[in-house]
């Protein structure tokens, strides 16, 4: 099975009558070609949580190469094509072969796992001299304070700020030791935070903060 997606970023100034046909017409597409599958499409939410500068995006299921290689040139696609020129500033298109679907939600599974995963990442050391350090990458600060209390370590004031794309202040990125690492109770955990300037994902009016 081949997973396709396409993403569209309309022009400034693109007329909203003309992105509204295309919104319509582009909903034809698995009714006219039988071989797509679990077609869906929407615009960008409200709050960009990611980089993408994209506002429409729309997926479909192709069963096979050869499928996709009918759907390619397949009239329903290829109709599409008069609809853009008046309103596509920017395409993209990224297909991949499944081989892999998740299991469905089962709440008892998960309440099972999360206490799983609880001992894993607070995993408390039968030596009372000992300490195995938790994983705190992706908590705040604060947060991870907590945790190193619990198993007798300490958060070392040397941190270094992250810069980068990730968006979310406060938020652990790197940490020494290593997640299970066995050490003398009292170490200080080091860690790699992202900084208080990280203001939020761009919305779609502009470059402001989204919170």
Same mark, same amino acid.
């Given at each position: 099975m081949i997973r396709h997606v396409v993403m569209i970023k309309f022009k400034?100034? +693109?007329?909203?009558?003309?992105? !509204?046909?295309? /919104?319509?017409?582009?909903? $034809? /597409?698995?009714?006219?070609?039988?071989?797509? =599958? !679990?077609?869906?499409?929407? /615009?960008c939410v409200k709050t960009r949580y990611h980089s993408g500068d994209f506002d429409f995006a729309n997926c479909c299921d192709i069963d096979s190469y050869e499928a996709m290689d009918r759907y390619m040139s397949h009239w329903a696609h290829l109709r599409m094509t008069p609809f853009l020129p008046d309103i596509l500033e920017n395409m993209i298109s990224f297909d991949w072969?499944?081989?892999?679907?998740g299991p469905e939600f089962d709440e008892k599974l998960a309440a099972e796992e999360a206490e799983r995963e609880r001992a894993r990442v607070l995993r408390l050391h039968d030596d009372a001299g $000992? +300490?195995?350090?938790?994983?705190? =990458?992706?908590?705040?600060?604060? =947060? +991870?304070k907590e945790m190193l209390d619990t198993v007798g370590l300490s /958060?070392?004031?040397?941190?270094?700020?992250i810069l980068g794309s990730v968006w979310a202040p406060n938020r652990i990125m790197f940490q020494t030791p290593d997640p299970q690492t066995e050490v003398a109770r009292g170490t200080e955990v080091k860690i790699g935070i992202t900084g208080d300037w990280l203001t939020g994902p761009a919305t779609p009016e502009g470059d402001g903060p989204a919170w």
């Amino acid at each position: 099975m081949i997973r396709h997606v396409v993403m569209i970023k309309f022009k400034k100034d +693109a007329p909203q009558e003309k992105i !509204d046909i295309f /919104l319509e017409e582009v909903k $034809k /597409l698995s009714h006219l070609n039988r071989e797509v =599958r !679990d077609y869906s499409h929407g /615009l960008c939410v409200k709050t960009r949580y990611h980089s993408g500068d994209f506002d429409f995006a729309n997926c479909c299921d192709i069963d096979s190469y050869e499928a996709m290689d009918r759907y390619m040139s397949h009239w329903a696609h290829l109709r599409m094509t008069p609809f853009l020129p008046d309103i596509l500033e920017n395409m993209i298109s990224f297909d991949w072969e499944i081989d892999y679907h998740g299991p469905e939600f089962d709440e008892k599974l998960a309440a099972e796992e999360a206490e799983r995963e609880r001992a894993r990442v607070l995993r408390l050391h039968d030596d009372a001299g $000992k +300490a195995w350090v938790p994983e705190i =990458r992706g908590q705040t600060r604060e =947060r +991870a304070k907590e945790m190193l209390d619990t198993v007798g370590l300490s /958060l070392s004031s040397d941190e270094e700020e992250i810069l980068g794309s990730v968006w979310a202040p406060n938020r652990i990125m790197f940490q020494t030791p290593d997640p299970q690492t066995e050490v003398a109770r009292g170490t200080e955990v080091k860690i790699g935070i992202t900084g208080d300037w990280l203001t939020g994902p761009a919305t779609p009016e502009g470059d402001g903060p989204a919170w």
